[in-house]
């Protein structure tokens, strides 16, 4: 017991460390930007912005929280990464989250550079690993969407053939501050950052449980993503499954996916 809370305690000294850090200015300034770019469909919705400023700090708080449990999980599953695995998987994101927010996400950044490496044999980065990290990083946003994930709902409209159904439409981003164990020569311990985000809609239901049954289809993926990582010697399968498992759950969440509810009318001037 005394071992883990000598775990918790460095952790949280660490990962305050890490809010100095120029990385941490960055993907604050991402996830403000997306938070400003929705606040434009909530003044079109709404008439007014949510203040951008609340959202940011609410996000860096559960963020810390989730960064806590990750670094336990990482030292408990004996996880060992290469720094340099995570940077192109970072640059990766950073370009995708600006195509679209929705694909601001390490399964598809670690997926896609894991594939080059077995297709293309660039950059050469350590897969099962990433894989696992991905998986762990999963797990904790499920536990953020279950906690978090719903407090930032937008009311919306969505057309069918005869009739509008309204709902509300879900986005939520945090910063994950983290410390894992890399193996550049020595073993040894550094703080690094991720960005975890939650986009979903809520169509006849409470906004909140349908962030606990996302919550738990999220948890699932990741158990299996970490079974496979751990346990699949064909290094395409953990990768694939990253990326299409998390695609199905995204499209499987798109209002356009039930058959009655074709689009998604946010204005008046859509009606």
Request: with cysteine; proline share 6%.
């Amino acid at each position: 017991m005394y071992g883990l809370y000598q775990i918790v305690l460095f952790t949280i000294i660490d990962i305050l460390n890490t809010l100095r850090s120029p990385f941490f200015i960055l993907v604050l300034f991402i996830i403000y930007f997306q938070y400003w770019q929705l606040g434009k469909l909530e003044k079109e919705n709404i008439g007014f912005r949510k203040p951008i400023l609340e959202k940011l700090m609410v996000s860096v708080i559960y963020g810390i929280f989730g960064g806590i449990i990750t670094t336990v999980l990482f030292i408990y599953l004996g996880v060992v990464a290469i720094p340099g695995d995570f940077i192109y998987i970072l640059m990766v994101v950073i370009v995708l989250s600006f195509i679209n927010p929705r694909y601001m996400c390490f399964s598809y950044g670690g997926a896609i550079v894991s594939l080059s490496n077995l297709i293309f044999g660039y950059p050469n980065i350590q897969i099962l690993p990433v894989m696992t990290i991905i998986a762990v990083l999963h797990i904790i946003e499920s536990l953020l969407i279950l906690l978090d994930g719903w407090r930032n709902k937008l009311p919306v409209f969505f057309g069918a053939k005869s009739k509008i159904v309204s709902g509300f439409k879900m986005n939520r981003f945090w910063p994950i501050p983290f410390v894992i164990f890399i193996g550049d020569g020595l073993i040894h311990p550094i703080a690094f950052m991720a960005i975890l985000s939650y986009e979903d809609y809520s169509i006849g239901s409470n906004p909140r449980k349908k962030a606990i049954k996302t919550s738990f289809v999220l948890f699932i993926y990741s158990i299996i993503l970490l079974l496979l990582s751990k346990n699949v010697d064909n290094l395409f399968v953990p990768p694939l499954f990253a990326l299409l498992g998390h695609e199905y759950i995204i499209l499987l969440n798109e209002p356009q996916s039930h058959k009655k509810i074709p689009r998604t009318i946010t204005s008046p001037r859509d009606f």
